[in-house]
């Protein structure tokens, strides 16, 4: 499957963003899908993840409250609703795809996006 993700910026503190991230080579809904960051000089963390379903979502704790996975199967795209960001927000956010064959959605993926750049000024 492949991934291109959207919607970066540069915001200020205290405002929204929503990503999106469409999917297409596979059938969309046979795949979990996540959202991960990378801040300059950190490594890559998990952000957010939602089952094939949609019917269960996860989060980071540092994001939970203000952001939001939603995925819509017959668009093939999966989204990152952003709010009340923060200067720490500021990464490269990465999408990414894995089999739905497995319960556990906060890691082991196989399918990356190219990323992109969310800049939260304070």
């Known amino acids: 499957v492949q991934l291109q993700a959207s919607g970066g910026g540069l915001v200020q503190a205290g405002g929204s963003l929503r990503l999106s991230c469409a999917a297409s080579?596979?059938?969309?809904?046979?795949?979990?899908m996540a959202w991960f960051r990378q801040a300059p000089g950190k490594e890559r963390e998990f952000v957010a993840a939602?089952?094939?379903?949609?019917?269960?979502?996860e989060y980071v704790d540092s994001v939970k409250g203000r952001f939001t996975i939603s995925r819509d199967n017959a668009e093939n795209t999966v989204y990152l609703q952003m709010n009340s960001l923060k200067p720490e927000d500021t990464a490269i956010y990465y999408c990414?795809?894995?089999?739905?064959?497995?319960?556990?959605?906060?890691?082991?993926?196989?399918?990356w996006g190219q990323g992109t750049l969310v800049t939260v000024s304070s």
């Open positions: 939602i089952t094939w379903s949609g019917g269960r979502t």
């Open positions: 990414a795809a894995k089999p739905r064959d497995s319960n556990y959605i906060r890691s082991a993926y196989d399918y």
């Open positions: 080579g596979r059938t969309f809904s046979r795949y979990h």
